[in-house]
């Protein structure tokens, strides 16, 4: 989903299907964007949503956040009303149950940021969320036995910080 090859920013989406190797074309999103912190996925019935925060267009840090919901027959994305409190790229978003995501740290065009905030996925709605130790961006994370684990980044190669 999007990405850049170093001069341009994409908004293209394909879907590997891993039972039969192949790729599938996906709408566009809405915004171009790359640097964005990874996508989180829910189950809803036969279908799936994907939701997608934030990210570089080239231009800003982006604070927006849209969805897809794949396998419906008139799939396209949706852009939230809602906006993130910071625009952020090269986030970490997390998956904490099937109502909530989590996005942490980031960049904002100047500093890497601590801040973290919380979607909910019913309503649509960001809430704050406890900020990280240090600030991050370029991280990796894992939600793990109701544990966050957030991982390095560009500036802290060598850290680890939880969130219980």
């Not at 990405?3 to 879907?15: I, K, P, V, W, Y």
């Not at 640097?35 to 925060?53: D, T």
């Not at 809430?127 to 991280?139: G, I, T, V």
Request: charged content about 25%; proline content about 4%.
């Amino acid at each position: 989903m999007g990405g850049t090859d170093g001069n341009n920013r994409f908004d293209s989406c394909e879907l590997f299907d891993v039972e039969t190797g192949l790729w599938t074309k996906l709408p566009n999103m809405t915004t171009k964007r790359s640097y964005y912190p990874g996508a989180v996925a829910i189950q809803r019935g036969a279908s799936h949503r994907i939701y997608v925060f934030g990210g570089f267009d080239g231009t800003k840090k982006l604070d927006s956040c849209e969805f897809l919901d794949v396998g419906e027959d008139q799939s396209q994305w949706t852009l939230l009303e809602a906006k993130m409190a910071s625009p952020r790229s090269m986030a970490y978003a997390v998956l904490l149950d099937h109502t909530t995501a989590v996005i942490c740290g980031g960049y904002d065009g100047k500093n890497d940021l601590a801040s973290c905030e919380s979607l909910d996925l019913t309503t649509h709605t960001f809430s704050p969320f406890p900020d990280m130790l240090e600030p991050r961006s370029s991280h990796a994370g894992v939600h793990y036995n109701e544990t966050i684990l957030v991982l390095g980044g560009s500036r802290k190669k060598n850290t680890c910080e939880q969130f219980d």
